[in-house]
Nanobody, 124 residues
Framework: VQLVESGGGLVQPGGSLRLSCQTS????????IGWSRQAPGQEREGVSC????????YYGDAVKGRFTISRDKDKGMVYLQMNSLKPEDTAVYYCQTVYRCTNYAFEEKYDDHWGQGTQVTVSS
């Protein structure tokens, strides 16, 4: 199982970035998938996830209305479109499998898989 993130960088407040995650070694048909982030000195938090097949999508309160998650199962790709970025969105963003994803919950387990992360910095 491998997940490789890309697309991070430095952006001004109000700007946009699109993160990409190339997955391999498993099929998105059988895993819920999502994005989490960790800011300096803070715990990692779930940002957004998609359920395996039931259409469930979760967004954390801090990103609702600004971020959009999507996936291309045929290509094994997962995306996070981030608009109206704020300085508080600055963090390392991780693509990961998710134990359970509903419209209201992002639940992890010890055996979920994470990528190496990509840095997003929002600053003027």
């Amino acid at each position: 199982v491998q997940l490789v993130e890309s697309g991070g960088g430095l952006v001004q407040p109000g700007g946009s970035l699109r993160l990409s995650c190339q997955t391999s070694g498993f099929t998105l048909d059988y895993y819920a998938i999502g994005w989490s982030r960790q800011a300096p000195g803070q715990e990692r938090e779930g940002v957004s996830c998609m359920g395996r097949a039931d259409g469930s999508i979760y967004y954390g309160d801090a990103v609702k209305g600004r971020f959009t998650i999507s996936r291309d199962k045929d290509k094994g790709m997962v995306y996070l479109q981030m608009n109206s970025l704020k300085p508080e969105d600055t963090a390392v963003y991780y693509c990961q499998t998710v134990y359970r994803c509903t419209n209201y919950a992002f639940e992890e387990k010890y055996d979920d898989h994470w990528g190496q992360g990509t840095q997003v910095t929002v600053s003027s």
